[in-house]
């Protein structure tokens, strides 16, 4: 037998389902770390333009065209390629057009002599190449944070090349800067 008492203490069962759910405490009231990382995209643009042109090279020396010397200009993603005999600037031409490097290059003959080509990259190869940087640097961030066994960990992608990491409820703060933060390659497969 309850008494009156015992009987108003009794809480009805939508109230219970209500707040019986665990509330997630926001990063203000668990505590947390706030990164923000800049993917170097110039860098990544910089080392596929150089394994582009390696790749390049060794299929006009195939073709019988020599280069003397191939490099990017300083601050920019052009390159000018400059071939031994300016005899032999059709076969290259061929290479530079064929469709391994139609996607990658726009091809010009350069104002500096015969044999001397540059090549500038296409527009559409250098904003893909931004995006995909952006995206493998935020797939190899949230790998690392997943080995912290975080809960609600958000990474979420800011403007241009920055990306914001949020780790609620982090005891090891410097472990986590250092794990997360490891250089990393943007790769091509």
């Given at each position: 037998v309850r008494s009156?008492?015992?009987?108003?203490?009794?809480?009805?069962?939508?109230?219970?389902?209500?707040?019986?759910?665990?509330?997630?405490?926001?990063?203000?009231?668990?505590?947390?770390?706030?990164l923000i990382y800049t993917v170097k995209v110039d860098k990544a643009i910089e080392d596929r333009v150089d394994g582009l042109m390696g790749e390049m090279q060794a299929e006009l020396v195939k073709k019988g065209a020599l280069v003397e010397k191939a490099a990017r200009r300083p601050g920019s993603f052009k390159?000018?390629?400059?071939?031994?005999?300016?005899?032999?600037?059709?076969?290259?031409?061929?290479?530079?057009?064929?469709?391994?490097?139609?996607?990658?290059?726009?091809?010009?003959?350069?104002?500096?002599?015969?044999?001397?080509?540059?090549?500038?990259?296409?527009?559409?190869?250098?904003?893909?190449?931004?995006?995909?940087?952006?995206?493998?640097?935020?797939?190899?961030?949230?790998?690392?944070?997943?080995?912290?066994?975080?809960?609600?960990?958000?990474?979420?992608?800011l403007t241009g090349t920055e990306i914001q990491v949020q780790l609620p409820g982090v005891r090891e703060g410097e472990h986590a800067k250092e794990l997360i933060g490891q250089p990393a390659q943007l790769e091509f497969k």
């Open positions: 009156a008492c015992e009987k108003s203490r009794v809480l009805p069962d939508w109230y219970t389902k209500i707040f019986s759910r665990r509330v997630t405490l926001g990063l203000d009231l668990n505590g947390c770390m706030h390159v000018e390629v400059k071939l031994e005999e300016a005899a032999k600037s059709d076969e290259a031409k061929k290479v530079f057009d064929s469709d391994n490097y139609r996607y990658f290059f726009f091809v010009s003959k350069s104002d500096t002599g015969a044999g001397v080509f540059e090549l500038t990259p296409k527009e559409d190869f250098v904003d893909d190449l931004r995006k995909k940087s952006v995206d493998q640097a935020m797939e190899r961030i949230r790998d690392r944070v997943d080995k912290l066994g975080l809960t609600e960990p958000q990474i979420t992608k």
